[in-house]
């Protein structure tokens, strides 16, 4: 017996065209039909009978062979993690495993009929081929899908049955939205201070030639945004270095309170200038961290640079570092956890999960009058994801800031890098 004819076989045997109860000749008629074989009629009407209940036998160990695979071909659909859909002859849904209730829903109906996923489904029966559709959907949560279409077997015959594969794109998509707003974010910074420095130029030229108190003034202006445009392309590098690097895990073993202290010191001026207090609270006997020095003094930078941007006058900024405890709040294994907060004006809740976001602000005009480029936490975080650490943000409006890294402490003994 071919294997088509097997499965026509089959198929008539499920759908009840096929009775197990049935005399040994029906079965014997019905085997004839469906295995292509003229079935034999003498020519006064008569039925051969010959070996009917042979073949009647070998129809039902087939019929069960055929289900037995089938039910094996369904815990393998079953347990795959793409989301895989058959649709029968009739575009009616078969089979859809647990993937696909996850994604989709557990209400497929509404999806089956989607224009774009039945055009594909029409385009791959009429070309013979695999083909593949593109899906937004709203519910049951928005999301961009790719579909894969492929045609089973012969639409001739019993068959016609249709496997349609899923893939969500939508973390794809916001990531290509991502860059789109980043490359037009950072158009637009640089493009401000550019503006800036030609209109003061022009102005030096022009009116102000021959006004050394107005020349003075803007050439103070226009270095302070030539300083930003600098900062800002600092910035820009320092996350394309590390974008780079963000899963090539770093080797130096570093001295945390070391690295420490000497960035504490490049803020000294600045506190002062402020009137602001840093509290210290660093334990004595840290463990070192497998890390990058570099990077792990940006980090430090950024979180001390915001929190005195955003702390108050004469305000007072918390550092702390210790090794982290075994309470659950952190992992498992051994850490340490730095904790930078500002007693300032705070954030409000709906604000925090984008404070990451490359040029994200809160209040973009306040930002850029402070000198920031809206890249600093950005940074951190990237910093952060590198030496495989996690970072949390926690803020209120009207009582400040904090922001806290856990870093996971060196395993080995080796020179250590300060």
């Known amino acids: 017996m071919t294997a088509p004819a097997a499965i026509c076989l089959a198929g008539l045997t499920v759908a009840g065209w096929l009775d197990t109860r049935a005399s040994a000749t029906a079965l014997a008629v019905a085997v004839g039909i469906a295995l292509g074989v003229a079935p034999l009629w003498h020519r006064g009407g008569e039925r051969a009978a010959s070996g009917a209940d042979d073949q009647a036998r070998h129809v039902l160990a087939l019929s069960a062979d055929l289900r037995a695979a089938r039910e094996e071909a369904d815990r393998l659909l079953d347990v795959l993690p793409e989301p895989v859909v058959i649709l029968g002859t009739d ?51 928005p999301s961009d899908l790719r579909a894969s279409v492929i045609p089973l077997d012969s639409p001739g015959g019993m068959g016609g049955r249709t496997l349609i594969l899923f893939s969500d794109r939508s973390a794809e998509q916001a990531v290509a939205r991502m860059r789109a707003d980043f490359v037009a974010n950072a158009s637009h910074e640089l493009r401000t201070p550019l503006t800036a420095l030609v209109g003061f130029i022009d102005t030096l030229r022009g009116p102000a030639a021959d006004d050394p108190v107005a020349q003075a003034r803007f050439l103070g202006i226009m270095s302070e945004q030539a300083a930003r445009m600098t900062r800002l392309i600092d910035d820009l590098l ?20 070391a690295l420490l202290e000497r960035v504490v010191v490049e803020f000294e001026a600045r506190l002062a200038g402020r009137g602001m207090r840093l509290s210290k609270d660093v334990q004595a006997d840290l463990p070192a961290v497998v890390g990058d020095a570099h990077q792990l003094a940006q980090l430090f930078q950024n979180l001390l640079d915001n929190a005195v941007k955003y702390g108050r006058d004469s305000g007072t900024i918390r550092l702390g570092v210790h090794a982290a405890a075994p309470d659950g709040n952190w992992p498992a294994r051994p850490g340490l956890v730095m ?50 650490g996690e970072m949390r943000i926690e803020s209120e409006e009207g009582e400040g800031t904090s922001v806290s890294v856990w870093l996971p402490a060196s395993e080995g003994t080796v020179t250590k890098i300060s």
């Not at 575009?91 to 055009?119: D, K, Q, V, W, Y």
């Not at 809740?349 to 480029?373: C, K, M, N, Q, W």
């Open 91 to 141: 575009r009616i849904l078969m089979h859809a495993n647990p993937a696909a209730a996850a994604m989709l829903g557990l209400n497929l109906a509404p999806l089956l009929r989607h224009p774009a996923l039945m055009a594909a489904v029409n385009a791959a029966w009429s070309n013979r081929g695999a083909t593949e559709a593109r899906l937004r959907l709203s519910v049951p949560v």
């Open 238 to 257: 320092s996350l394309s270095r590390l974008e780079v690097m963000e899963h090539q895990l770093p080797t130096e073993v570093v001295v945390v309170a």
């Open 339 to 388: 904790t930078v907060a500002d007693d300032g004006i705070g954030i409000a809740r709906a604000h925090l999960p984008r404070l990451t976001e490359r040029f994200y602000r809160v209040d973009a005009g306040r930002s850029r009058v402070i000198g920031g480029t809206g890249l600093g936490l950005a940074i951190v975080k990237h910093v952060v994801n590198r030496h495989r």
